[in-house]
């Protein structure tokens, strides 16, 4: 069973930034696409960030439009590790951060990390 284990979060204010880390005990982190999610209080689940399997051209990034341009989302496949660095935080941006792993990024995630609480206070 894989298991995926998310840390980072925390209660930071408005504009700051934080860092989450996803690792996942899988053997062969670089043919998997990982991806980040979202869900605040009384809201369903969202997409934020997702990153593709490495392959020969390299790797792929999605973004929601919600947070295109103060989030970024990266691998380092020699730790089996998918950050999620967050700037400009908002308050809107204050929920419960889930890692994913699956086939494809914009596809079916098969595993979960027990997500991570971000509280960004105005």
């Known amino acids: 069973q894989v298991q995926l284990v998310e840390s980072g979060g925390g209660l930071v204010q408005t504009g700051g930034s934080l860092r989450l880390s996803c690792t996942t005990s899988?053997?062969?982190?670089?043919?998997?696409?990982m991806g980040w999610f979202r869900q605040a209080p009384g809201k369903e689940r969202e997409f934020v960030a997702a990153?593709?399997?490495?392959?020969?051209?390299?790797?792929?990034?999605y973004y929601a439009d919600s947070v295109k341009g103060r989030f970024t989302i990266s691998r380092d496949n020699a730790n089996n590790t998918v950050y999620l660095q967050m700037n400009s935080l908002k308050a809107e941006d204050t929920a419960i951060y889930y890692c994913?792993?699956?086939?494809?990024?914009?596809?079916?995630?098969?595993?979960w990390g027990q997500g991570v609480q971000v509280t960004v206070s105005s």
């Open positions: 990153i593709s399997a490495t392959s020969w051209s390299g790797t792929h990034t």
């Open positions: 994913g792993q699956g086939s494809e990024a914009l596809g079916q995630y098969d595993y």
């Open positions: 899988t053997q062969t982190f670089t043919r998997y696409a």
